[in-house]
């Protein structure tokens, strides 16, 4: 591709300028979306861009541009941008940095790019998904969104690295909302996967729907539950969701090399019970993530090992300034940002419990629920976490009874690990094409999720 030859020309110029390592990174990206709420058409959006980002070290200092001209005159700028940055930077606090030379071309697995269905077969699904969800007079409304997302990156480098990704993204969301005599509800859920257009057609959408809409009714009609320490069975969406955010975050090889996090200075200390293993990586039902954007590998890493913390996540940078290895988490949100750490599919391994064994030994206790769950606050310094869940059941005498709403669950999550004496044997991994993970200003998309886990001590609050 033309493109190519262009970047590849602008990576020579780097080395006559004197730079000791230089990389560039072409996206294409395109994103649709089709929004249908109370069985009318409110938006269809699509948005596309595509350009160039330059990174440069000098002495060790990192200067970036980037661009989305393709011109050969608009890339040579942005490589004297890059170069300028770094020289006024003086001489940076790299260390040396040890870059992959790899060289490959993948995608995610698709049958049918969702840009060749038409926009009315599309708008169709997304109607039909949106009136099934009135199932009778208490649901008051209903909003229907369906989403695909394009994704193309080229990374080469100074190096000899040469590696290319397309990633096809498809899903659909729906949230209800329910009013009874003693409150009004709204639960939402999505599915999405890497995958085209053959996903949505071969999904009941308006089963989907209409199961939304009779929880949303069901926790209209329930109470909150009673504030306390339960036992607890979480469900894989919101023990997926935990990990992620209260320790996934945690893990992370810049807040390490930071000390910002609870985990510093803890490898090869038990901070978890021996049914905990965790970890991070490029996983079929998850976000299609083979490379990271520095050309680096993903590698399977496991975090948590039967209860021992065995390492952390790395981008190069990070992994420089702790003697570590990168593990191929350095991304970023798009060509116009530098990539940081992140974590790409994280969750936890599975054990041997059946469902009906982890519930029997309850006496009482709360099953916690993901379905309609609506986040949280987690401080990776102090290890504390806060979320609320979705509408979840009550455990009485090991069997799930009444519905509860409202549940807010919270803790130290060091804590929450140690006390988790059992593991289920089931394995479930989501991906989200409507959104990712924030931090720093850029938002990824990722995976996580996990099996359903029993955790003897968790606080558990009403709204």
């Not at 941008?81 to 030379?101: P, W």
Request: glycine fraction near 10%; proline fraction near 2%.
């Amino acid at each position: 591709m033309e493109i190519e030859s262009n970047l590849y020309s602008i990576l020579e110029k780097a080395e006559r300028s004197g730079v000791s390592y230089a990389d560039v990174r072409y996206q294409e990206h395109y994103y649709e979306s089709i929004l249908v709420e109370n069985k009318v058409l409110r938006n269809y959006s699509s948005r596309k861009f595509s350009g160039v980002g330059i990174r440069v070290f000098v002495e060790g200092a990192l200067g970036y541009a980037s661009t989305c001209n393709m011109s050969r005159e608009s890339l040579i700028r942005a490589l004297n941008n890059a170069i300028n940055v770094a020289r006024a930077l003086g001489k940076g606090g790299e260390k040396s940095l040890d870059f992959e030379t790899n060289r490959a071309e993948v995608r995610s697995n698709f049958k049918v790019d969702p840009i060749n269905v038409s926009p009315e077969e599309k708008i169709s699904v997304t109607l039909d998904a949106n009136k099934s969800a009135f199932i009778e007079d208490r649901v008051k409304n209903a909003a229907t969104r369906i989403g695909f997302l394009k994704d193309l990156r080229l990374f080469m480098s100074t190096v000899g690295a040469n590696v290319k990704v397309e990633t096809v993204m498809s899903g659909l969301w729906h949230q209800s909302v329910a009013k009874s005599s003693m409150a009004m509800e709204k639960v939402g859920y999505s599915e999405s996967k890497c995958a085209g257009f053959e996903f949505i057609a071969s999904r009941d959408w308006n089963g989907f729907s209409s199961n939304l809409s009779k929880l949303a009714i069901e926790a209209s009609e329930a109470r909150t539950p009673p504030a306390g320490t339960y036992m607890v069975i979480v469900d894989p969406d919101a023990i997926g969701l935990l990990l992620h955010e209260a320790f996934g975050h945690a893990s992370e090889g810049d807040l390490i090399s930071t000390r910002e996090s609870v985990l510093f200075g803890k490898v090869g200390e038990k901070i978890a019970s021996e049914e905990v293993t965790i970890v991070d990586d490029n996983v079929e039902d998850g976000y299609f993530y083979p490379y990271d954007d520095e050309g680096t590998a993903k590698r399977r890493v496991v975090v948590v090992e039967d209860g021992v913390l065995r390492g952390y996540l790395h981008d190069t940078s990070s992994a420089s300034k702790t003697n570590a290895q990168s593990t191929g988490n350095g991304r970023a949100q798009d060509f116009e940002n530098i990539p940081i750490v992140r974590q790409a599919n994280y969750f936890m391994q599975p054990k041997d419990y059946s469902f009906e064994e982890l519930v029997e030994d309850v006496d009482y206790g709360i099953y916690v629920s993901g379905k309609g769950a609506t986040g949280g606050q987690v401080d990776v310094g102090m290890g504390t976490f806060t979320f609320s869940v979705g509408p979840s059941k009550i455990i009485r005498g090991g069997k799930l009874e009444e519905t509860v709403r409202g549940v807010v669950v919270s803790g130290l999550i060091l804590d929450t690990l140690k006390t988790i004496d059992a593991v289920g044997k089931d394995l479930t991994i989501r991906t989200n094409v409507f959104g990712g993970c924030g931090k720093m200003g850029q938002t990824v998309r990722v995976g996580f999720g996990g099996p359903h886990v029993r955790v003897q001590k968790m606080i558990v609050g009403g709204r």
